[in-house]
């Protein structure tokens, strides 16, 4: 069965370091791989996306995500956090099955002055 | 301009009370989705719509009876209002059923008391 997880709860980074949120998976074949953020009080918005090509991804807001398909992993990474940055990260994958996504358990971000 | 809105933001109603959300999108896009957020931030799918058409539909209770008249318009009634209905619905929206960047509406939140 596909699936994917967020294996931190939260994850707290101090302004202007960099950050990781974890995201591994589990898919039959070839993962369609996805991250969305969610600030307070609001609805999700896209990030970024790794279909195919380039294990590296770059997507809004300075964020980007590494593909790793020997870890199957797929890590949602910023070089230099913001306060701004705090909310909640989700990790997708596609069910091949009936193209709907698959979504982990969320991860708060915490970024601290 | 908002992409996708969903009609009430908030709704307070007793058990047993009939119910429904709005859903518009003005984006064009053929697919439409409702998901439910609980308390603990998981989110999982209701029901997919594609051209009007009912793609997905989950283990959700038969109280919950989406409708879509055209494909910019995805609803939600609600039957018989239960304590653990309560938690936040998104409607979505996309172009196509490969799960694609998916728009989401700034959710309805439900309570039940």
């Known amino acids: 069965a596909q699936s994917v997880a967020q294996p931190e709860d939260q994850v707290n980074v101090a302004e202007g370091n960099p950050l990781t949120v974890k995201c591994t998976y589990s898919?039959?074949?070839?993962?369609?791989l996805f991250w969305y953020v969610q600030y307070p009080n609001r609805g999700l918005q896209f990030l970024l996306k790794?279909?195919?090509?380039d294990n590296l991804v770059k997507g809004s807001y300075g964020f980007e995500a590494e593909f790793n398909k020997s870890q199957t992993s797929f890590h949602l990474k910023k070089p230099s956090a913001l306060v701004s940055d705090s909310a909640l990260y989700f990790c997708?994958?596609?069910?091949?099955?009936?193209?709907?996504?698959?979504w982990g358990a969320g991860t708060k971000l915490i970024i601290k002055p | 301009d908002t992409a996708v809105s969903q009609t009430p933001k908030y709704l307070v109603t007793q058990m047993g009370n009939d119910k429904s959300i709005k859903c518009e999108q003005n984006?064009?896009?053929?697919?439409m989705y409702w998901y439910k957020q609980d308390s603990k931030k998981f989110l999982k799918i209701m029901f997919s719509?594609?051209?009007?058409?009912?793609?997905i539909n989950e283990t959700v209770p038969n109280r919950f009876s989406p409708k879509s008249p055209d494909k910019a318009h995805l609803n939600l009634h609600i039957n018989s209002l239960e304590l653990g209905d309560s938690a936040v619905y998104f409607c979505?929206?996309?172009?196509?059923?490969?799960?694609?960047?998916?728009?989401f509406g700034p959710g309805t939140r439900l309570t039940v008391t």
């Open positions: 979505a929206s996309s172009q196509g059923l490969a799960g694609f960047s998916i728009f």
């Open positions: 984006l064009g896009h053929d697919t």
């Open positions: 719509y594609n051209n009007k058409e009912l793609i």
């Open positions: 898919v039959s074949g070839n993962p369609y």
């Open positions: 790794y279909i195919t090509g």
């Open positions: 997708a994958v596609r069910d091949d099955s009936n193209y709907q996504l698959i």
